[in-house]
């Protein structure tokens, strides 16, 4: 069973940076698209930003300019970097891997707080 890990989540001012990070606990083959998502409390879960294996990047606009998402395709690892954070871009930050096969991993989550 293959298991998605994430960590770099914390409490952070207004302004601050996080990196979080996504590995995944064995090999996955036939890896598609890598991803970000956030579940703020009373929402539902939203893309945050994804990378395809030719490094084509999509955000959502709130955070175009201030978040930049990478990927270690020999070490099935995904990235996000996250620069001028906003109170609003506080949640629980999900990990996604997709298949070519359209089979979909997720991580457990990781809380990312930003207040001040």
């Known amino acids: 069973q293959v298991q998605l890990v994430e960590s770099g989540g914390n409490l952070v001012q207004p302004g601050g940076s996080l990196r979080l990070s996504c590995a995944a606990s064995?090999?996955?083959?036939?890896?598609?698209?890598m991803g970000w998502y956030r579940q703020a409390p009373g929402k539902q879960r939203g893309m945050v930003a994804t990378?395809?294996?030719?490094?084509?990047?999509h955000y959502v606009d709130s955070v175009k300019g201030r978040f930049t998402i990478s990927r270690d395709n020999a070490k099935n690892t995904v990235f996000l970097q996250m620069n001028s954070l906003q109170p609003e871009d506080t949640a629980v930050y999900y990990c996604?891997?997709?298949?070519?096969?359209?089979?979909?991993?997720w991580g457990q989550g990781t809380q990312v707080t930003v207040s001040s």
């Open positions: 996604n891997i997709r298949n070519w096969a359209g089979y979909e991993y």
């Open positions: 064995r090999t996955i083959f036939d890896i598609n698209t």
């Open positions: 990378i395809t294996p030719a490094g084509s990047r």
